[in-house]
């Protein structure tokens, strides 16, 4: 009895040390952002070729780092919320100092050409796949002051409509035909982005329109917050453009890029998947199998638990730590930067995630078989 206790006692204060351990160094997994944006002044001051430094390291390391390091077995987090939420704060600062530092550079005769297209690919990579990602847990947010501060991130990617279009639109109509920016089976990638952006720019104006029409005012004046972003958005180009033409087309290229990283997430968050509609013709709620999936450990450390992705759908506003993995979400074959890469080959793409997308839907209707983790399983 005594040696059950004994046993028992050292077997709780086993699981006090790996709790203690995890506590210590859990805030630590979503550094990984920082070490990617380094790379890009690092690339640079190597000079020449090295500018691209970034462009090729950070497919390969989130791939290569999602096969080495495997799935993760979500446990919780237990670090006190404020260390997490100095996470994004510190980035979006930083970020934008790399993209001001970079716009600079570029500006400059002594900086060679090939080394001006290395930044701005460089620049392009972190913040659209990094500076979108801090961006959108920040404008979630319900503090006022974490908004702000993804708006800003936002203005810089000359994207700010995103707060709008994200959060009024995708949040309620995502899985559906009705929602811009969620892809359909068959669409590629290409296509998707055309569509997206065109889509929810109409959407985030037309929300704008009917919530001032309902107070009584008009929507083109100073009330409308499309307006606004688009006054900002212009008076910082105009200001870029002032100080130096080269910068400037630094400036538009680097947003260009990073809204097609955003649309490419996008695209692959709920392809092929959809909610259906009952005899009344309301939808259905959004569940964990209308959301593609990641268990990866380094996509989720790397892109602040972005393959929680189901969980984020569930409660909106619930900062990137706590969000779960669900039991019953569509999965993917891999981490998202992975997948990324294989959209880009829209038959290899389909080849696939179709099957996939039909076995999601077939397990939702109840059909017999689901294919989970590339096996195929008994719904």
Same mark, same amino acid.
């Given at each position: ?64 780092? =999602? ?24 980035? +979006? ?13 570029? $500006? ?84 998707? +982005? ?59 290229? =680097? ?24 005899? =009344? ?76 997308? =039909? ?11 689901? +294919?989970?983790?590339?096996?195929? $399983?008994?719904?």
């Amino acid at each position: 009895m005594l040696a059950s206790r004994q046993s028992a006692a050292g077997a709780s204060s086993a699981r006090g040390t790996d709790r203690a351990g995890p506590r210590r160094v859990t805030v630590a997994r979503y550094w990984t952002p920082f070490a990617f944006l380094a790379l890009v002044p690092l690339g640079f001051w190597l000079g020449g070729a090295w500018s691209f430094l970034l462009v090729g390291v950070l497919p390969l390391a989130l791939t290569g780092l =999602d096969w080495l390091l495997g799935e993760e077995a979500a446990p919780a987090e237990t670090a006190p919320a404020l260390a997490y939420r100095l996470l994004p704060y510190l980035y +979006i600062p930083l970020q934008l100092a790399v993209l001001a530092w970079a716009a600079w550079t570029v $500006a400059q005769a002594s900086t060679t050409l090939l080394e001006a297209i290395g930044l701005t690919l460089s620049c392009g990579a972190s913040a659209g796949v990094f500076g979108f990602i801090a961006a959108h847990d920040m404008v979630h947010s319900r503090h006022p002051r974490e908004r702000v501060a993804g708006l800003a991130m936002l203005a810089a990617l000359l994207d700010m409509r995103f707060a709008i279009s994200h959060v009024q639109g995708h949040h309620r109509r995502a899985a559906t035909f009705e929602d811009p920016a969620s892809a359909r089976r068959g669409e590629s990638v290409y296509a998707f +982005i055309v569509r997206s952006v065109a889509g929810q720019a109409r959407e985030a104006w037309a929300f704008e329109a009917h919530r001032l029409g309902r107070i009584g005012r008009p929507a083109l004046g100073s009330g409308n917050r499309v307006v606004v972003y688009a006054a900002i958005e212009t008076a910082l180009l105009l200001a870029v453009g002032l100080f130096s033409l080269r910068a400037l087309a630094f400036f538009v290229a =680097d947003a260009a890029i990073a809204i097609v990283l955003l649309e490419c997430f996008n695209y692959v968050a709920h392809y092929g998947l959809q909610r259906r509609r009952g005899p =009344d013709g309301r939808l259905e709620p959004l569940r964990p199998r209308h959301s593609w999936n990641t268990r990866r450990r380094m996509n989720n450390r790397a892109l602040f638990n972005m393959g929680r992705h189901a969980d984020h759908h569930r409660f909106s506003s619930r900062p990137y730590q706590e969000l779960e993995v669900l039991e019953g979400g569509a999965m993917l074959p891999g981490g998202y930067a992975g997948v990324l890469l294989l959209a880009l080959v829209p038959p290899l793409w389909r080849r696939v995630m179709d099957p996939r997308v =039909d076995a999601a839907m077939a397990a939702d209707s109840g059909a017999p078989a689901a +294919i989970v983790d590339g096996r195929r $399983a008994a719904a």
